[in-house]
């Protein structure tokens, strides 16, 4: 069975694991986390421990901006044009939104309608074996909620056309990434306990 490392960590990091687990085990799963990269743990943190999102999300938001940019287009021509109108003075250019928008969408991606459980099953009297299968249709059978173009423009102060045009590959490209340094950090804790793991098979 395989062990669910985020789960462990949730707990570890919560107040109630810090209590109700041994202190040995928690410094273990923190230390594991310790190991991955900062955008990371920074994620993890948010998602599945004890940092608010309100209190991580400029962290996080800062380490995936420097990544974003080197997904930036690579004609500097309309670069200038399809930033967002006032960026200078807001402190934030079309980057930065985009990072934003792309943590706070990975966050709160699963899907309203069947919250992530992309199948499942409707009682039906009539149907031989009691129910039927369905998948969702809000999410396409993916589990994660869907934003329409308009919202994620807007969230970029841009034209809906620009962000179509020019954005919107860049954006998935941002979400992936993050899937990316999910995967990764749930790889780099999984080495890093493994010898631990270990070593309690042998005793």
């Known amino acids: 069975m395989r062990v669910d490392v985020r789960e462990q960590v949730a707990v570890a990091m919560s107040v109630r694991g810090q209590l109700g687990e041994s ?3 928690t410094e273990t799963m ?3 986390l310790a190991a991955a990269d900062d955008l990371g743990r920074a994620l993890w943190r948010m998602r599945y421990g004890e940092v608010s999102r309100r209190a991580g999300m400029d962290r996080a938001v800062a380490l995936l901006t420097k990544r974003v940019r080197a997904l930036g287009p690579k004609r500097r021509t309309g670069l200038r044009d399809h930033s967002p109108a006032g960026s200078r003075e807001l402190g934030a250019d079309v980057f930065t ?3 934003r928008r792309a943590v706070w969408e ?3 991606d699963r899907c309203g309608e069947c919250h992530g459980a992309i199948v ?6 009539t149907h031989p074996l009691g129910g039927r299968l369905f998948c969702c249709i809000a999410c396409g059978g993916t589990g994660r909620r869907r934003y329409p173009d308009a919202e994620r423009a807007g969230a970029l102060r841009l034209p809906v056309e620009v962000y179509r045009r020019n954005w919107a590959r860049q954006f998935a490209a941002v979400l992936a990434m993050l899937d990316r340094f999910d995967g990764d950090t749930e790889r780099r804790v999984r080495q890093q306990l493994a010898p ?3 070593s309690k098979n042998v005793a």
Request: charged letters at 10%; proline letters at 0%.
């Open 23 to 25: 202190g040995a085990n």
């Open 30 to 32: 923190m230390g594991a």
């Open 97 to 99: 939104l985009m990072a």
């Open 106 to 108: 990975w966050l709160g």
């Open 120 to 125: 499942g099953e409707i009682q039906d009297a």
């Open 196 to 198: 631990v793991a270990q």
